[in-house]
Each structure stands twice: as structure tokens, then as C-alpha cells.
T-cell receptor
Framework: DVKVTQSSRYLVKRTGEKVFLECVQDMDHENMFWYRQDPGLGLRLIYFSYDVKMKEKGDIPEGYSVSREKKERFSLILESASTNQTSMYLC??????????????FGPGTRLTVL | QKEVEQNSGPLSVPEGAIASLNCTYSDRVSQSFFWYRQYSGKSPELIMSIYSNGDKEDGRFTAQLNKASQYVSLLIRDSQPSDSATYLCAVNFLPGSARQLTFGSGTQLTVLP
């Protein structure tokens, strides 16, 4: 089974702090994604990566950056956390090639609260 | 118009009934279609994938795809209270990044004991 893990289930930070959210997958997937999910707004893509050191902006990249130094690990960075970044953050991964059909598998999520 | 649309519900069905969840998507080339189940406070879990027109069955779940009409549906037979969750429809559109999925906002299903 695909396993995607995230570094924290719950996180509380203060405005202005630098926040790191880490995601690790064990299926040798090429593609990794960061979403945020808010009530009434659904899942929104922040960034994704299709290879080591590669990244592409999603729909809402402002205020975030990412890092992918190793294939299995994808980090989301909030350079200066703000209260409007309070949300559930979800990491996902998918394989490439015709067999995968781009199925994405999600980690358990990190509920971040910025005070 | 959103690219992937779902009726937000809530949809309530009695235990043992068939729950029918629908999803329509925009007129773009699309490759693959997915249904995810999300319990409150948890992350989405992939339950069905479908790639070609017709029906695909997996246990109590049946996914139906009609590309001409641009809809995909999920039927849950013999619904159980444990099926109560939000169901997300996702579509892989082409062209653009072949790796991305576009998600609907979800349909909340409640199965009444």
C-alpha cells in the first residue's frame, strides 16, 4: 500500500513565524503535491513537484514556497505565517506512466493554526 | 462555471438503500476520473478510479462514466452508516499538466440507521 506521512497532525504557530511542513512517501512516486482545504472552498493546489528539485505553482502559491531535495520528501514552507494561512494542509503523491493514471494518494493532513 | 461540479448535499439515505452521487465536468479533454471519500477531520481516501465509458464495480461501489454527457457518478449499494462522509469527485484534464487533478467541492452523504 502507498504510504504518505506528514510530520505533524496538529501545529500551532504565531504570526510571523517560519513554518515547515514535511511530507514523505514510500512508493517511489515522481509527483508530489501540497493542497490546503478550507470549509466552503474545497481543495486548492498550492504547489506540486514532478521531479527532484523541480516545482510548479498551483492555484494559490502566494505566501508559500516548497523544497524537494529528495524524491521521497516534499516540504512546504510558510516564510512568515499569517492568520489567513490557518487551514488543513494535505500532501499527496502519484506515480507517472500509463499504469498510474495519475491516481493521487493523500497523507493524513496537518491542521495548522496561526495565532 | 466550475470545472468539476457536485451537488453539495447533504444527501440522506436510509441504511440499506442505494446512494447515488453525481459529478459533472467541463467540456475539456479528460483522461481519468476518481472518487475519494473523506470522513470529517480526515484526509481524502481514494475509493474508485474509472478511465473509460461504462460501469466499473468494486464491492458495494459502482462508478459510471459517460464522456459524451460529461458526467461521472458513484453508486453505493446497501449503504451503511459507516459510509457517511463527504465524497469528492476528481478529474484529470488534458492538456495542461497531466499530473494534476481538479476536484469538486464534494457531496456530503449521511446514511441514517
Amino acid at each position: 500500500d502507498v504510504k504518505v506521512t506528514q510530520s505533524s497532525r496538529y501545529l500551532v504557530k504565531r504570526t510571523g513565524e517560519k513554518v515547515f511542513l514535511e511530507c514523505v512517501q514510500d512508493m517511489d512516486h515522481e509527483n508530489m503535491f501540497w493542497y490546503r482545504q478550507d470549509p466552503g472552498l474545497g481543495l486548492r493546489l498550492i504547489y506540486f513537484s514532478y521531479d527532484v528539485k523541480m516545482k510548479e505553482k498551483g492555484d494559490i502559491p502566494e505566501g508559500y514556497s516548497v523544497s524537494r531535495e529528495k524524491k521521497e520528501r516534499f516540504s512546504l514552507i510558510l516564510e512568515s505565517a499569517s492568520t489567513n494561512q490557518t487551514s488543513m494542509y494535505l500532501c499527496a503523491s502519484s506515480g507517472s506512466g500509463i499504469a498510474s493514471y495519475n491516481e493521487q494518494f493523500f497523507g493524513p493532513g496537518t491542521r495548522l493554526t496561526v495565532l | 462555471q466550475k470545472e468539476v461540479e457536485q451537488n453539495s448535499g447533504p444527501l440522506s439515505v436510509p441504511e440499506g438503500a442505494i446512494a447515488s452521487l453525481n459529478c459533472t465536468y467541463s467540456d475539456r479533454v479528460s483522461q481519468s476520473f476518481f472518487w475519494y471519500r473523506q470522513y470529517s477531520g480526515k484526509s481524502p481516501e481514494l475509493i474508485m478510479s474509472i478511465y473509460s465509458n461504462g460501469d466499473k464495480e468494486d464491492g458495494r461501489f459502482t462508478a459510471q462514466l459517460n464522456k459524451a454527457s460529461q458526467y461521472v457518478s458513484l453508486l453505493i449499494r446497501d449503504s451503511q452508516p459507516s459510509d457517511s462522509a463527504t465524497y469528492l469527485c476528481a478529474v484529470n484534464f488534458l492538456p495542461g499538466s497531466a499530473r494534476q487533478l481538479t476536484f469538486g467541492s464534494g457531496t456530503q452523504l449521511t446514511v441514517l440507521p
